[in-house]
């Protein structure tokens, strides 16, 4: 996925009200950019740390940037939550991540019950809704998820259990931004009930793939596919 336009370069001042954030532009300037992650964004945030925004041209917005990446300890971790979304869309639909190709059809928000899953996918042998979620949380070597409590992600593991159990395939995709870590595995220290119904939903055949993504200031591209332990 490359940037449309080129990122504006500058320095992290504060994040506040979950949505929006301080930043200092190269040339001097203190704008306020969007926040699309409503996370904690524990282990990706860090005051006076060097980040990149994208430039908005649409008038109804009140914010003229998108904050997209911040830089820790030497990696750009990419916490724009929308990403994510878009990598795994393209990927699927290029056959580029292990065990999602040869899909004739592909769907973006596509919904299931009372629930609308990112990326829905078939072929003339099978039928699979997958959910995407983007991880930025490190500990260690492990990249964890998710990095608050979110009784939706539980919604959204319950509904693919259903959707397994209707016979179709269910597949969890965590696109993980950043390039520190190796493992993948959910935060259970930080929602227990996340990581229990993760278990419960891969004992009821949901599928978990786990991808990290490579986060440049001119383009982020999955990478390889990282080793999950429940």
């Known amino acids: 996925m490359k940037f449309q336009e ?28 969007h926040c699309t992650n409503s996370g904690s964004m524990k282990s990706c945030i860090e005051r006076g740390a060097e980040v990149y925004l994208s430039p908005v041209n649409d008038p109804k917005r009140k914010t003229r940037f998108t904050w997209e990446m911040i830089k820790i300890n030497g990696d750009w971790v990419g916490i724009n ?15 580029t991540i292990p065990g999602l190709g ?3 059809t592909v769907k973006r928000e596509v919904k299931f019950g009372d629930s609308r899953f990112d990326v829905f996918a078939e072929n003339d042998t099978e039928t699979c809704f997958v959910e995407v979620k983007n991880v930025t949380l490190k500990e260690d070597n492990f990249a964890l998820f998710p990095d608050a409590v979110t009784t939706r992600g539980q919604k959204h593991l319950k509904t693919l259990m259903e959707v397994k159990k209707q016979g179709m395939r269910a597949v969890m995709l965590y696109i993980v931004q950043r390039s520190d870590v190796e493992i993948f595995a959910p935060a259970e220290e930080i929602d227990p009930n996340y990581a229990s119904t993760l278990r419960k939903a891969v ?18 591209e999955l990478s390889k596919k990282l080793p999950v332990e429940l």
């Open 81 to 95: 939550t929308g990403n994510p979304n878009k990598l795994a869309f393209d990927a699927i639909v290029k056959g």
């Open 203 to 220: 004992a009821a055949g949901v599928e978990v793939i786990a991808m990290q993504a490579t986060v440049t200031p001119d383009k982020i």
């Open 6 to 33: 080129k990122l504006i370069h500058g320095t992290l001042i504060k994040r506040y009200k979950r949505f929006l954030a301080d930043v200092k532009l190269d040339n001097g300037e203190q704008v306020i950019a």
């Open 102 to 104: 040869n899909y004739t």
